[in-house]
T-cell receptor
Framework: AQSVAQPEDQVNVAEGNPLTVKCTYS??????LFWYVQYPNRGLQFLLK??????LVKGSYGFEAEFNKSQTSFHLKKPSALVSDSALYFC?????????????FGTGTRLLVSP | GAVVSQHPSRVICKSGTSVKIECRSL??????MFWYRQFPKKSLMLMATSNEGSKATYEQGVEKDKFLINHASLTLSTLTVTSAHPEDSSFYIC????????????FGPGTRLTVL
């Protein structure tokens, strides 16, 4: 079965420092990977996705993610964190085994950026 | 990105009443829509998947007679919580996507349901 793992419940980083939010995946076939961010009492906002092509994917708000096939990872990164980046981040993989291609989500990682 | 709206954003109802939540894709045609439930500080739990014009597919453990889903058009899906009880209080989020495997799933802003 398709799955993703987010090993960290929370990541703390100081404003201005680089941030990394980790995600590893397990899929049969080609992976279709996504990152979303959720602010309190809001739905999820799409950040970026990997479908094929360049392993470094650039997304919204200065975020990027690196697809690493050998390590089965898709870590989210940003060179310089902002306090406003503090939120809940979800990694997801598309389940291609179902006709509806639903997303399978990780458990989420809370990012806290301190001033 | 594409926009998905949800209405209402917040609803409070009495136990035993039914509540309808609407989900609309505003600028694209959504072949498939999804309904999720999220508990505090938890990940999303997929409740059901709906394709336009066909019956919804419910996840294991989700009561289809309690959570009625209708996907009447390519831009509208509704979730009706029938005979709501306090344990149904939660944050409900819908999403919509097109048909391609690379298509992004876009999420609505969520509906906070409180059943008294």
């Amino acid at each position: 079965a398709q799955s993703v793992a987010q090993p960290e419940d929370q990541v703390n980083v100081a404003e201005g420092n680089p941030l990394t939010v980790k995600c590893t995946y397990s899929v049969s076939g080609n992976p279709y990977l996504f990152w979303y961010v959720q602010y309190p009492n809001r739905g999820l906002q799409f950040l970026l996705k990997y479908i094929t092509g360049d392993n470094l994917v650039k997304g919204s708000y200065g975020f990027e993610a690196e697809f690493n096939k050998s390590q089965t990872s898709f870590h989210l990164k940003k060179p310089s964190a902002l306090v406003s980046d503090s939120a809940l981040y979800f990694c997801a993989v598309r389940d291609m085994n179902t006709g509806f291609q639903k997303l399978v989500f990780g458990t989420g990682t809370r990012l806290l950026v301190s001033p | 990105g594409a926009v998905v709206s949800q209405h209402p954003s917040r609803v409070i109802c009495k136990s035993g009443t039914s509540v309808k939540i609407e989900c609309r894709s505003l600028d694209f045609q959504a072949t498939t829509m999804f309904w999720y439930r999220q508990f505090p500080k938890k990940s999303l739990m997929l409740m059901a998947t709906s394709n336009e014009g066909s019956k919804a597919t419910y996840e294991q453990g989700v009561e289809k007679d309690k959570f009625l889903i209708n996907h009447a058009s390519l831009t509208l899906s509704t979730l009706t919580v029938t005979s709501a009880h306090p344990e149904d209080s939660s944050f409900y989020i819908c999403s919509a996507q097109g048909t391609g495997p690379g298509d992004t799933q876009y999420f609505g802003p969520g509906t906070r349901l409180t059943v008294l």
